[in-house]
């Protein structure tokens, strides 16, 4: 069996990807008061820097800056999906099998998440472009403007985005993974 060891760096900025276990899911625009409340938590008790996000229905892609003295980003994967499953009432098309019985563990969220440190600043601009744009490239909005669940719009008030940036004008957004 393959171990994966994950690219830990104190005080490194993270790109960060967190699926819902149903993928046709629309669990987290639905219940975005209780996604923002677990950040929120989330936020109170641990210490990072949000540099950028969205939510769209199934996932959340993430930028962040962990404190210079921590490399520890999946405690913090982990306490956001913790106090957002705990917020959710359990349904009948929530699949908990006998794994997730056993570890006390809801059938929400994926178990893992994707993890990619920043190298550079042409790797920041790239996932955060790609961050900003994910709402246009899965056709939930026409333009990166008029998506509510982004940190886009804060950045089009600071003067780094023009408001018109991720309509049509701009083609597909890659980023490359090691």
Known sequence: MRTYIRDKAKGGTYFLTMNLSNRKSELLT???????????????????QLNAMVLLLDHVHMLITLAEDSDNYAVIIASIKTHFSRQIKKSDSEVINHSRIRRRERGIW???????RIRDELDYQRHMDYIHYNAVKHGY?????????????????????????GGESVSEIEIEHD
């Open 141 to 165: 909005a026409e333009r990166s403007i008029d998506w509510p669940y982004s940190t886009f719009q804060k950045y089009v008030e600071k003067g780094f985005y023009s408001s018109d940036w």
């Open 30 to 48: 639905k219940h975005i008061n209780e996604f923002r409340q677990a950040y929120r938590l989330t936020k109170q008790n641990h210490d990072f």
């Open 110 to 116: 994926q178990r893992r998440f994707w993890e990619h």
